[in-house]
């Protein structure tokens, strides 16, 4: 007997809306509702386990196969990047990448070499690649909005949802980067070797979507 | 101080008794497979010109590959790659020899991984090269040899078809620049199909870009073909997967329908494959543990146009799943059937004995203990049945020199 297929979801916001997707779909998740502590739990009849990861960790668990599929920010794929399949958009996390500075403030003028802050420097690196432009980034692990208003950097690159963060912090969006949803990803090997269990499941959230 | 001088570098480790043991089965297996097979086996450098693996196509990101400068002052880098010295090989010395040429090799490749992710930065590869033919023949032979690899390799293996050329053929129809086709081959080959819908979704609606949408669900058994002549009606598509089932049906013919599967969305993006690829799967491992394919233009890039076809076995992956399915104690040194202990003088008698012991097929070890009672006492800690004292037969024994 294989073991369960086993998804590997992102602590918080994005665990709370699969599960909601899970029980639509007739999936039974009171383990995972009432988990304590646990970090593996079933889900259904059985044959799904789910298990409790941090964003980044999820990429990994795939990428190894030991986790089959994982639910992910599209955030942490863009950072991360790495070899799995990437599925589909789940829809919910909706939010986006964005370049933000301090309010009236016009980012590109000027000759000198800007100093970007984000806790997404793989993501910051490609943006301004891309146009050709030399930024020093500083990698920020907390709240990335002090960076301006201590005068460290002269823009972020974070994430935004609504902007209120921003706001409060006298701080606006400049420039969007990308928008970011929740993606659900398989592992290469996987997708092979238990493509029929995998995909009866996937077409299954599809037709979820299709009907929503 | 000395930080570094107790760890290995990241991304390599120690291979100790029992994995290696194991590992050299496999080797040998394998070996014994390819030149069963006509195989002869070529050794190239470690060290190779960082120009070899300088390709137009880009194949191996400069940031991943090891390099260092030779004397003066040249860039060169530890092989990232097999195939590419042996097309170097095959273009330069081996012009004039006759064709097919039939070579294996065993030996390691080096690639910068990313970081912490857990992954082997030098790979032991075992695998064959079969040059001068694109005949179909060519390719069931090298598909033939790579199923009977995996079968060595373990009873769960997958074995799964596809074709490089699909893509081509697919985007010769269209008209778009060169990095847009290469975002879009980049999302077929990653199954992104919300990122292949937004891209195709800003290109007018035609039968190539449908066709383009399905293809990275084209994978499974037979009824993949079917599917896949029912989405586009491309000349030069057709052929290819006429070429493709037909291989597939010759395959599945003698090695059975159920563990040969086939891919039409595997367009890796940094190879070189020109035709068939294959790619090769062990249950309770995520990654592949078999790839190759057909590079008709690879030794050509070396000034030599012939036509090849092969694939690798990736043995430290192997030697990952077996030692999971039969998990080897990590501290299990070979055990030896005869302790010889000398007396003082002795020596010499106990070297002669051990030898004789030795040609009888014998595993022999001497002991360095000073005392009779002390050789018993290791041999019963090391599990040895015999102890045998060299003490008094020798003429010379007990005379000191």
């Not at chain 2, 009824?223 to 290819?240: L, M, P, Q």
Request: net charge negative.
């Amino acid at each position: 007997m294989q073991r369960p297929i086993r998804i590997a979801l992102t602590k918080g916001r994005l665990e709370k809306d699969t599960v909601g997707m899970f029980e639509q779909l007739g999936l039974d998740c009171t383990a995972v509702r009432e988990k304590g502590r646990k970090l593996i739990l079933p889900v259904g009849d059985g044959s799904i386990e789910v298990v409790l990861a941090k964003a980044n960790d999820v990429i990994t668990y795939v990428e190894h196969g030991v986790c089959d599929l994982g639910v992910v920010g599209k955030d942490t794929i863009l950072e991360m990047q790495g070899k799995f399949y990437e599925l589909l958009d789940l829809g919910f996390g909706r939010c986006k990448f964005a370049l933000a500075v301090k309010k009236g403030t016009d980012f590109y003028s000027g000759y000198g070499v800007k100093t970007i802050a984000s806790k997404y420097p793989n993501v910051t690196r490609r943006f301004f690649e891309a146009k050709g432009m030399d930024v020093d980034i500083v990698k920020i692990e907390g709240s990335v909005e002090l960076a301006p208003l201590l005068e460290l950097s002269d823009g972020i690159v974070d994430i935004v949802e609504t902007g209120t963060t921003l706001k409060e912090n006298g701080l606006e969006v400049f420039e969007d980067v990308c928008p970011i949803s929740a993606r659900l990803i398989a592992n290469t090997v996987s997708m092979k070797l238990r493509q029929q269990e995998l995909e009866a499941l996937i077409s299954k959230i599809e037709s979820y979507f299709a009907n929503k | 101080m000395n930080k570094y001088d107790r760890i290995t570098p990241e991304g390599t480790r120690d291979a100790l008794f029992a994995e290696c043991t194991l590992r050299r089965q496999i080797e040998n297996r394998l070996n014994g497979l390819f030149t069963a097979r006509g195989y002869s086996e070529i050794i190239t450098p470690t060290l190779e010109f960082y120009d070899v693996f300088n390709r137009d196509a880009q194949p191996f990101p400069q940031e991943q590959m090891y390099k260092l400068t030779d004397a003066k002052g040249r860039l060169m880098v530890l092989r990232p790659d097999n195939t590419v010295p042996i097309a170097r090989v095959c273009a330069t010395r081996l012009r004039a020899a006759g064709l097919p040429l039939r070579l294996c090799y065993q030996q390691n490749i080096h690639v910068i991984s990313p970081s912490l992710k857990g992954r082997d930065d030098e790979i032991s590869q075992a695998g064959i090269e079969l040059i001068g033919s694109d005949s179909r023949m060519a390719d069931l032979e090298v598909v033939a040899a790579a199923i009977d690899a995996l079968q060595a390799c373990g009873e769960e293996y997958t074995l799964e078809l596809g074709n490089a050329a699909f893509f081509r053929a697919l985007m010769q129809q269209l008209s778009v620049s060169e990095e847009l086709k290469e975002t879009i081959r980049d999302c077929i080959e990653a199954k992104n199909y919300p990122a292949l819908n937004d891209l195709l979704d800003t290109l007018p609606e035609s039968d190539i870009t449908k066709a383009l949408r399905m293809l990275p669900r084209l994978f499974g058994g037979e009824e993949v073909f079917d599917k896949a002549a029912a989405i586009c009606s491309g000349d030069a598509f057709r052929a290819i997967l006429n070429e493709l089932r037909s291989l597939w049906q010759a395959v599945t013919q003698f090695a059975g329908k159920e563990r040969i599967k086939v891919d039409l969305g595997m367009m890796p993006r940094t190879d070189y494959y020109t035709g068939m690829i294959l790619r090769g799967y062990l249950s309770g491992y995520g990654d592949e543990i078999l790839s190759g394919g057909r590079y008709d233009n690879l030794i050509a890039e070396f000034g030599y146009d012939v036509p090849a076809t092969g694939f690798a076995v990736n043995i430290d992956a192997v030697v990952k799943v077996l030692s999971k399915q039969a998990p080897v104690s990590p501290a299990a040194p070979q055990t030896s059937n005869v302790l010889i202990w000398a007396a003082k003088g002795c020596e010499s008698e106990a070297v002669k004995a051990a030898q004789d012991l030795r040609a009888k097929g014998m595993v022999v070890e001497h002991s360095l203990t000073d005392t009779l009672e002390d050789a018993k006492k290791y041999a019963a800690a090391h599990g040895i049945a015999t102890v045998l004292p060299i003490d008094i037969s020798g003429t010379d024994c007990g005379k000191e020199v």
